[in-house]
């Protein structure tokens, strides 16, 4: 199996801050890779497919990058909306895995 | 807008068989997107469960140790998972989701959970 570790794993910042989540893939999975995010009692939603498109209706504070084993999420000017659990992704070889997630907290 | 929803046993015995259906609203199962099962444990971590494409085809788990069983029923609109011998491993979230994909250079599809239902307990007891 892929393991999937992100970085760190709960945060704390301020409205306006630039926020990076990184995530290392076990082994290169080229760019599939999915970030989502997830608030309190809710589903995930998905922010960031293939590494690096926006999802149509994500905010575009939001933005990813990377290929082969490392990815990050960066949140250009965190929002009060944007607190919760952020979860990255492969679907490069089955079974598909998530992080462990990061939790973003102010 | 696609809507997904899961119902099923919210309580199941230990030994027993999970069973869960996802009712698909807004939208109809096609032949353009295939479905996943998705569960989360009561601290936070997402498992895979399992995966059906238009053609039927599954993958899943190997972590489930083949007690899974994925199925489509197009007339109902909706899809479905069982998961057999049960034991408190399993008492978590349930998650129905769609999957979207963008086929790479080699032909390969990306996937990617674009939506996703409300999700729904389920307690195994003993």
């Known amino acids: 199996d892929i393991q999937m570790t992100q970085s760190p794993s709960s945060l704390s910042a301020s409205v306006g801050d630039r926020v990076t989540i990184t995530c290392r893939a076990s082994?290169?999975?080229?760019?599939?890779l999915n970030w989502y995010q997830q608030k309190p009692g809710k589903a995930p939603k998905l922010l960031i497919y293939?590494?690096?498109t926006l999802q149509s209706g994500a905010p575009s504070r939001f933005s990813g990058s990377g290929s082969g084993t490392d990815f990050s999420l960066t949140i250009s000017s965190l929002q009060p909306e944007d607190f919760g659990n952020y979860f990255c992704?492969?679907?490069?070889?089955?079974?598909?895995?998530f992080g462990q997630g990061t939790k973003v907290q102010f | 807008q696609l809507q997904l929803q899961e119902s099923g046993s919210g309580l199941v015995e230990s030994s027993q068989t999970l069973s869960l259906t996802c009712a698909v609203s807004?939208?109809?199962?096609?032949?353009?997107?295939?479905w996943s099962w998705i569960r989360q444990s009561p601290g936070k971590d997402l498992e895979w469960i399992g995966h059906?494409?238009?053609?039927?085809?599954?993958y899943y788990n190997p972590s489930l140790k083949s007690r899974a069983i994925m199925s489509v029923d197009r007339s109902q609109n909706q899809f479905s998972l069982k998961l057999t011998s049960v034991t408190a491993a399993d008492t978590a979230v349930y998650y129905c989701?769609?999957?979207?994909?963008?086929?790479?250079?080699?032909?390969?599809?990306?996937?990617?959970?674009?939506?996703w239902g409300q999700g729904t307990l389920v307690t195994v007891s003993s």
């Open positions: 989701a769609r999957a979207s994909a963008v086929r790479d250079s080699g032909g390969y599809s990306m996937c990617y959970f674009d939506f």
């Open positions: 807004g939208g109809s199962i096609t032949n353009s997107h295939s």
């Open positions: 059906i494409f238009p053609s039927g085809g599954t």
């Open positions: 082994q290169t999975i080229d760019t599939y």
């Open positions: 293939i590494a690096s």
């Open positions: 992704q492969q679907t490069y070889s089955v079974p598909w895995t």
